[in-house]
């Protein structure tokens, strides 16, 4: 099935059609989100603040999905040389960056009012942080490698020696004492979190994921544009030397 | 019934949904202006190819 996905233009036959109602899923369950996030009641120990929950714990969620996304992608660019591997991952990674460094800033932005500090070398944010730097080095290292074929295999390697840090990230909360406090949605013995708040919580991140799936879609089919742009040129100029 | 008093905490709070919008509305813009150029650029140089 892999496979089948793998070839450019059969991928973009299947998810162009596609992508347009993702879009309109992502932006009508956002919408409900927003309104269930303030319909929602106050904490009775937070206040108002538990509303930036809403977006720092989705953000968060999606900041390590995305990674894990990169990474495996990753993984079947390396392996078994699929030529959508990377562009996959390469699509991914600024949408990755974007939710980890908004899990970073609400995080910051609540904490201050709740821990009385903005910030705190702890396990979970500084791995956060690392997931951070990873994306950035990512990034930059595609960036940075002219050849195709070379950028792909060195960044595959660079994301998947980054996966090593999403367990360091999910279980920082039981390994070292910490302000976050552990795991509340999932659980073994299920959501230790009240339903009121509980339902704009699932609804905001049901939309981060629309939102990602569409952003994601879109950004492939761009950098494949752009490759088939740079192979047509290679090409013509190919040719015009030839003449 | 909606609230939108956010009380002594409106700075945190609304800074947290405003620091999202910024960055997810600047990323889908940025993506589709990136893939609308990348659309034009290509269908540009496809045409050009096609020109005996």
């Known amino acids: ?243 | 019934m909606i609230d939108l008093d956010m009380g002594k905490y409106v700075f945190y709070v609304w800074g947290s949904y405003g620091a999202t919008a910024v960055a997810l509305i600047s990323l889908t813009i940025a993506s589709v202006i990136a893939h609308r150029t990348q659309k034009r650029k290509l269908q540009a140089l496809l045409d050009e190819s096609r020109q005996p």
């Open chain 1, 1 to 243: 099935m892999i496979s089948w996905l793998a070839n450019p233009e059969r991928f973009s036959r299947i998810f162009t059609p596609i992508r347009p109602y993702v879009g309109v899923a992502a932006a009508l369950m956002f919408m409900w989100g927003l309104y269930l996030c303030f319909a929602s009641p106050e904490d009775y120990q937070q206040g108002d603040t538990v509303r930036i929950m809403y977006m720092h714990v989705p953000a968060a969620w999606m900041a390590m999905a995305v990674y894990l996304i990169m990474g495996i992608a990753s993984f079947f660019g390396l392996i078994w040389r699929h030529s959508l591997a990377d562009v996959a991952a390469k699509a991914a990674a600024p949408i990755g960056a974007a939710f980890t460094a908004l899990s970073l800033l609400t995080g910051s932005l609540w904490g201050r009012p709740m821990w009385g500090t903005w910030w705190e070398w702890d396990g979970r944010m500084t791995s956060v942080l690392v997931l951070f730097l990873f994306y950035i080095g990512y990034m930059a290292l595609h960036a940075a490698i002219e050849d195709e074929t070379r950028a792909a295999k060195s960044t595959a390697i660079l994301a998947m020696i980054g996966l090593v840090n999403l367990p360091v990230i999910k279980f920082s909360v039981d390994w070292w004492n910490t302000l976050h406090q552990g795991a509340s949605v999932v659980r073994a013995d299920g959501p230790s979190i009240a339903p009121d708040m509980l339902w704009p919580l699932l609804v905001m991140a049901l939309a981060f994921k629309l939102l990602f799936v569409w952003l994601w879609l879109l950004r492939i089919d761009t950098e494949l544009m752009a490759r088939r742009y740079r192979a047509l040129r290679a090409r013509l100029s190919f040719a015009e030397e030839g003449n």
